[in-house]
């Protein structure tokens, strides 16, 4: 008896010394308070980067704020943009992926400047027999040759009809196919064949986000390569749009 009586009072001592239900309760409210306190922060960052349409921020702080704070008000708040948030970050990284795939230059020539656009192709394709290479699409701004625009092979050669006068089929977005007059000129200085109308080409990449371009081949017949067109910047050729 003696000893169950020592347990009861070392029980209420040890009660006695822990947390009350009211300390509790106030240690939860402040930990809530914490936790909205630290959401809202990452909801500024994310309102203040989705105002200045700065997507892939906008989209990181508030994966961030969803992930760690999931049942908070600022939670709730930012679901209604959300979605549009991240719909067009995607895009923006997707523009900017398409832009990353051109090439500018700008180089004295001729007492002018000579600019040039170059893209290429999206795979690699085999034009002689030899094995799979890239192909190039090129818009040049010449200060004496003028505007042109031409396809590049790093092997093998156009087919001989080309030396004169050939076609060759762009296919857009939509599906449709268009023949456009070609021409390679005599020379071995490269292997580049020219596409005559460089401005309907040029209409065609800026406003598609790839060209499909089927050429005829000296060696293995016709050929087809796929160029992302989409991030045309036509800063870099003024005067081309």
């Not at 760690?68 to 995607?90: L, N, R, W």
């Not at 060759?168 to 000129?185: H, L």
């Amino acid at each position: 008896m003696k000893r169950q009586l020592v347990i009861l009072a070392l029980a209420s001592v040890l009660a006695a010394c822990g947390p009350s239900e009211a300390d509790l309760r106030a240690a939860a409210e402040a930990a809530a308070a914490q936790k909205e306190q630290a959401a809202a922060e990452l909801a500024k960052q994310y309102e203040d980067a989705r105002v200045a349409q700065k997507w892939e921020m906008a989209r990181i702080h508030g994966a961030a704020l969803l992930a760690q704070y999931p049942d908070t008000q600022a939670a709730t708040e930012i679901q209604q943009s959300f979605d549009e948030v991240k719909g067009k970050a995607e895009a923006q990284r997707e523009q900017d992926r398409l832009s990353s795939l051109w090439n500018y230059s700008q180089v004295a020539d001729g007492g002018g400047i000579q600019r040039s656009a170059l893209i290429y192709s999206q795979e690699t394709v085999d034009v002689d027999g030899s094995g799979p290479r890239t192909v190039q699409l090129v818009f040049r701004d010449h200060p004496k040759w003028k505007r042109s625009s031409y396809l590049v092979l790093q092997a093998g050669d156009f087919a001989k009809a080309c030396y004169r006068r050939c076609t060759v089929t762009v296919t857009t977005d939509d599906g449709k196919s268009r023949r456009m007059s070609a021409n390679r000129p005599d020379t071995d200085e490269a292997i580049a064949m020219f596409i005559d109308d460089e401005k309907a080409l040029w209409k065609l990449a800026r406003n598609n986000k790839a060209l499909a371009i089927e050429f005829q081949t000296r060696d293995v017949g016709a050929r087809e390569v796929v160029f992302e067109t989409g991030g045309l910047n036509p800063t870099h050729m003024p005067g081309w749009d």
